[in-house]
Nanobody, 124 residues
């Protein structure tokens, strides 16, 4: 059983940066593939970024490529999402997800552990 707690959300202006964190507990962190998803009001949850359990490979949604970077710190049992050049379309609740897997997972239904989410609001 893995528990995930996100932090780092907030209200920023367009062009600003934020770094989200997701702290994991209760499992062997190095065995879990991790992902970030987001959900805007009235929209479905969408994939943002994913990282393999080794940290060697990552994948990103086209809408965030070149602006967002996902990383993981094994000793801290934490994954990060560095978000640069934010725009109002990035406004959403951001969720961290985990799954015991060797693969890079980009679909929400592939994950079985989820955090409670952190709100990111970008004003124009």
């Amino acid at each position: 059983q893995v528990q995930l707690v996100e932090s780092g959300g907030g209200l920023v202006q367009a062009g600003d940066s934020l770094r989200l964190s997701c702290a994991a507990s209760g499992g062997t962190f190095s065995s879990y593939a991790m992902g970030w998803f987001r959900q805007a009001p009235g929209k479905e949850r969408e994939f943002v970024a994913a990282i393999e359990r080794s940290g060697g490979n990552t994948d990103y949604a086209d809408s965030v490529k070149g602006r967002f970077t996902m990383s993981r710190h094994s000793a801290k049992k934490t994954v990060y999402l560095q978000m640069n050049n934010l725009n109002p379309e990035d406004t959403a609740v951001y969720y961290c997800a985990a799954r015991l897997s060797v693969r890079l997972l980009t679909v929400a239904s592939d994950y079985n552990y989820w955090g409670q989410g952190t709100q990111v609001t970008v004003s124009s």
